[in-house]
């Protein structure tokens, strides 16, 4: 009767139990870490977009008076990083890109960036920069005479970039950390930036 019984010839039934067991709960668990990591990035791409929008850094911010006698004209340069967390899901170089220039909490400048920028493959992020006039006839008198008393100033940035997602028109509202600035010393010509870089966060409207 033995002989009349077919032996097993697929590997599975070579194994011995505890082999057996061993590959069902891997193929198990694999299933199940597949599809949490899909859960998951599902779930975090349709929070508010806040997965692929890009991260904005300040690495560098003058500030220089132009002339200090009437009338009073100042002027900013912005130095820009952008790392997309996504490359060229939302970044792109067309459009309409603002900055603003803040001083507690008030909108004292304002300004179209040029779109001189450099692209750099490693890592992965662009430069923009920035420059931006004000006189006394764009700022308040007392703010004026603010600058002119302070030998350090913190200035507020806004950003408005262009969103570059397909099937959209939409603008990306930036908030930036305010930007600590020193005059160098024996100057009340020129202040460039003290401290930490300030990072930019969106906020959606």
């Known amino acids: 009767m033995e002989a009349l019984i077919p032996k097993p010839t697929s590997p599975w039934g070579k194994l011995k139990p505890s082999e057996d067991v061993k590959n069902v709960l891997f193929v198990a668990l694999g299933s199940i870490v597949f599809f949490f990591g899909i859960i998951m990035l599902a779930h975090y791409e349709n929070k508010s977009g806040k997965l692929q929008a890009p991260d904005i850094t300040i690495p560098s911010m003058d500030f220089t008076v132009l002339n200090m006698t009437e009338p009073l004209s100042v002027k900013w340069d912005l130095l820009i990083r952008i790392y997309p967390k996504h490359p060229g899901s939302y970044v792109c170089l067309e459009g309409d890109f603002k900055v603003f220039i803040v001083y507690e909490g008030v909108t004292i400048a304002t300004s179209s960036i040029e779109i001189s920028y450099t692209p750099i493959r490693y890592p992965r992020f662009k430069l923009l920069t920035a420059s931006l006039n004000a006189s006394l006839g764009d700022m308040d008198g007392a703010i004026v005479d603010d600058i002119k008393a302070k030998g350090e100033m913190r200035f507020g940035v806004r950003l408005l970039l262009p969103d570059c ?26 202040a460039t930036l003290f401290g930490n870089q300030p990072n930019c966060d969106i906020f959606l409207k």
């Open 165 to 190: 997602r397909s099937e959209t028109s939409h603008k990306m509202n930036y908030a930036c950390d305010e930007a600590t600035l020193r005059f160098e010393p024996g100057s009340q010509n020129s």
